[in-house]
């Protein structure tokens, strides 16, 4: 189980280059993108990625932004610029693979469907919804979950979409949240690790901090910022990145779930 995070701990904010040849293999988790390529392209060159970086997306690199498929595109040409690329699954990524919703070709399908429901580090998980409480085993290879029935995935389904959960922590959708529903973040004990997630929009400066848990998503879509963290070999933020959205591209979450 991680170490809880005190109540009063912020990560680092790096506004300079984080470039330079002399330095160690860096892993950067990168909150929801949702199309917004400039924002992309702005948080790569400020980060200065190497072949030696590892770099997870948490999900939801495409829809409600302007660029979807060009996200994508630039998200693959990355595995020849990192030592090592994950995307994991977001809803959007599960929509658009379902139902081709995306201008793509075969071998950029291949990608996207390619994603990851979860991946594990050194006392860190990264998670695009979150951790549903009911959820006690996350196998060594993340694949397994596609060799599974409809009925026996439904909780690991529920780690793209999960927000809210009711007083027995069970998941709750979005159009029947109520107001003794909460967070789920606020309920996850760490049996993980430290979860970094996505999915939910937070409008402040810097990622969420919960007890056992770490926010990415910055709203970027919504006008407000694409965030990356930078987490040290205990799984812990170093520091983190973000960018001003150029505009707001999407009004709000609607009925998503």
Request: hydrophobic share 35%; with cysteine.
């Amino acid at each position: 189980m991680a170490t809880r995070i005190s109540d009063d701990a912020q990560p680092t904010p790096q506004a300079a280059s984080l470039g330079g040849r002399d330095r160690s293999v860096r892993t950067v988790i990168i909150g929801d993108v949702h199309g917004c390529l400039k924002e992309l392209n702005e948080l790569l060159g400020i980060l200065s990625l190497c072949h030696h970086d590892r770099v997870i997306f948490v999900g939801d690199l495409v829809h409600k932004g302007p660029n979807s498929e060009d996200v994508v595109r630039r998200v693959m040409a990355m595995r020849g610029e990192v030592g090592e690329l994950v995307l994991v699954k977001g809803n959007h990524e599960d929509k658009a693979c379902k139902q081709r919703l995306l201008n793509l070709t075969d071998h950029e399908w291949s990608f996207l469907t390619s994603s990851v429901f979860w991946y594990k580090g050194p006392g860190y998980v990264v998670a695009h919804g979150g951790i549903p409480t009911e959820l006690d085993v996350l196998p060594a290879d993340p694949r397994w979950v596609e060799t599974l029935s409809n009925r026996n995935r439904k909780c690991y389904d529920n780690m793209l979409r999960i927000r809210k959960v009711d007083a027995e922590g069970k998941f709750v959708a979005l159009a029947d949240t109520k107001a003794t529903d909460v967070f789920w973040a606020t309920r996850y004990d760490g049996r993980f690790g430290i979860c970094y997630f996505g999915h939910e929009p937070f409008f402040g400066d810097h990622p969420e901090v919960f007890p056992y848990a770490i926010g990415t998503d910055l709203g970027c879509v919504f006008g407000r910022k694409l965030c990356a963290v930078l987490v040290d070999d205990s799984g812990r933020v170093s520091q983190y990145v973000t960018v001003q959205a150029e505009q707001q591209y999407c009004a709000g979450l609607g009925s998503e779930t």
